[in-house]
């Protein structure tokens, strides 16, 4: 038997975002998000779900805390609503909701009562409609509407709530929203897509800053999702190129401009060469990248799946992708030459393929050319897979792939921490089955089993599991 311990003050959480879980979307003041119109669309989600109820935990917050509390979860990290909020993302004292805001309030003294640390995302995807009918991300516009949203979460909140991440995964908000159209609002534009990158870095900068200001010593951060990208052909130059295609338009055009204050020069000649760049450039004004680039304390780190890239479409045909009904594009710009092959590894029930060695190779490298030097630290911010559970006879869901996804991982993790990646914390994608995006309430995430006919919660065996292993700072195996 291995022991893995963690090091002293590791931070043990859970996550979920507002959409995913709330429910209660056509109540108290909140209107429509980019998601309510997007889930209308026919095939836009497997088997037509929307959010309109999700786990309900808009009404059932306290039952849900108390659940983490026995779960022994030291942190919540939860999204804040921009659609109950700012229900029409308008601006000044008027366009404030304050019943969207008071849920909110509740949810935080219900977590600190029960010695939960809040864990506060600005924006995890759910745009109020209204701004998006005025051009969403790809308005310049947007910028000040989201720093005016976040500043009014800050003055309801800050009092209680420390730590603050700007956004989560932009890419996705912007390339499977805008480009690829698998994600809300379902547009398909390549330059629609790098402009919404800009803008929401830009917002990020922007927001940075204003909290800063307001709040020195809270914990600052952004969330990005990173994959692992490895040659199908590791001798071959094609596969060679477009993974370094792949790795510049996942995760470093957003760590660049973070980090260095720059966009990646080869993806900029890259964009160039294709003619895909004017727009985007023009998007970029002076003091764009200064903004940016304002330092924060902490960068989450959302880990999934590795992927194999080659210049050659995958001779199997196989895909990792939600089976939307509905044409959708890639969400790459840069996208000929560019497939993803499915490697022999095991797999989640999503086709995604478990790789936790990827984890340990991401954080050392993410620590060697991002992070050395400074004094960011890394939360793992999601991390989970989905496998389709069934509940026994007795009642128990013996989620064990689950639970192993997230040993394997958490082990992944600490190899990473041994080799010095400041890696202080983890949440587990999720606390609870929700709402996965294109795929409704097709997969399962949760470590707590929701049936949403009755919204009883039981929690799995990765759960108690997790809860075990919370309290003894330590892994085994
Ligand atoms: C991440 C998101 O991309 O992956 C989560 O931040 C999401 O919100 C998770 O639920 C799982 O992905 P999906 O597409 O299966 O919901």
Not at 14 to 27: F, K, N, P, R
Not at 220 to 228: A, D, H
Not at 237 to 246: C, V, W
Not at 342 to 354: C, H
Request: hydrophobic share 40%.
């Amino acid at each position: 038997m291995t022991v893995y311990r963690f090091p002293e003050n590791f931070l043990w959480g859970a996550a979920t975002a507002s959409y995913q879980v709330e429910g209660a979307a056509h109540i108290d003041g909140r209107k429509p998000s980019i998601w309510d119109t997007f889930s209308a669309i026919p095939g836009a989600v497997m088997n037509g779900d929307n959010g309109d109820i999700a786990c309900d935990q808009y009404h059932r917050y306290p039952e849900d805390v108390a659940l983490m509390r026995d779960l022994a979860i030291g942190a919540y990290r939860f999204s804040v609503s921009w659609a109950r909020v700012r229900p029409d993302g308008a601006s000044g004292p008027g366009g404030v909701n304050r019943s969207g805001l008071d849920y909110y309030s509740r949810l935080v003294d219900e977590l600190l009562s029960n010695d939960i640390e809040p864990w506060l995302t600005l924006y995890h995807w759910d745009l109020p409609q209204a701004l998006e009918d005025r051009g969403g991300w790809t308005n310049r516009d947007i910028v000040q509407r989201f720093v005016e949203f976040s500043l009014t979460v800050h003055d309801a909140l800050g009092d209680r709530v420390r730590s603050w991440t700007t956004l989560n995964e932009p890419w996705c908000s912007a390339f499977l929203g805008y480009t690829g159209g698998v994600h809300a609002p379902g547009r398909m534009d390549g330059t629609a897509g790098l402009v919404a990158a800009h803008h929401l870095l830009l917002g990020h900068g922007e927001v940075t800053r204003e909290l800063r200001r307001a709040a020195p010593d809270a914990n600052l951060g952004i969330t990005l999702n990173f994959t692992v990208a490895d040659p199908a052909d590791p001798s071959d130059p094609a596969d060679l190129n477009a993974t370094r295609l792949f790795d510049a338009q996942f995760n470093r055009l957003f760590l660049d401009p973070l980090f260095r204050g720059e966009y990646p020069a080869d993806l900029l000649a890259d964009l160039r060469t294709a003619g895909r760049h004017t727009e985007f450039e023009a998007a970029i004004k002076d003091g764009d990248l200064e903004t940016i680039s304002t330092p924060i304390d902490s960068l989450g780190v959302n880990y999934y799946h590795g992927e194999l890239v080659s210049a050659r479409p995958d001779p199997n045909g196989i895909s990792n992708e939600a089976p939307v009904e509905r044409p959708v594009k890639s969400p790459f710009v840069l996208n000929e030459d560019l497939h993803v092959h499915m490697r022999d590894l095991p797999r989640t029930d999503q086709n995604w393929e478990i790789q936790p060695e990827g984890l340990t190779r991401l954080l050392t490298r993410l620590h060697r050319e991002y992070l050395a030097g400074s004094s960011v630290l890394m939360y793992i911010t999601e991390n989970g897979a989905a496998f389709d559970d069934v509940m026994a006879a007795d009642g128990r869901v013996n989620d064990t792939k689950r639970l192993e996804f997230i040993r394997s991982h958490l082990i992944a993790t600490h190899a990473a921490i041994e080799q010095g990646a400041p890696v202080v914390g983890y949440f587990a994608w999720s606390l609870l089955d929700n709402f996965e995006w294109a795929w409704g309430y097709a997969k399962r995430f949760g470590i707590v089993y929701v049936d949403f006919d009755t919204q009883v919660r039981t929690v799995k065996a990765s759960g108690r599991w997790y809860a075990e292993t919370s309290a003894a700072n330590a892994v085994t195996s």
